[in-house]
């Protein structure tokens, strides 16, 4: 069965949501992310800027998991 994404967080652009999954599955911890811009709307294709926002989904259950690893290495 396909596992249940759960939005964890919302990163301010693609570098910094590459960095939080890249962190994420070295911990054994997949990621989905969803990018949506308002720049690449309208304007062509944007990876950082005004407008920009990634949505970081985990597995429903190892959400916990996945706060808990966020907040240990801030």
Excluded: C, H
Excluded at 16 to 44: C, Q, R, T, Y
Excluded at 53 to 70: D, H, S
């Amino acid at each position: 069965m396909a596992p249940k994404w759960r939005l964890l967080m919302s990163a301010a652009n693609m570098v910094e949501a590459e960095i939080l999954k890249s962190a994420l599955e070295s911990a054994d911890i997949p990621v989905n992310l969803k990018w949506e811009s308002f720049n690449a709307v309208f304007f062509g294709t944007s990876a950082t800027g005004p407008g920009s926002q990634v949505q970081v989904f985990v597995p429903e259950e190892l959400w916990e998991e996945a706060r808990a690893y966020l907040s240990y290495s801030d």
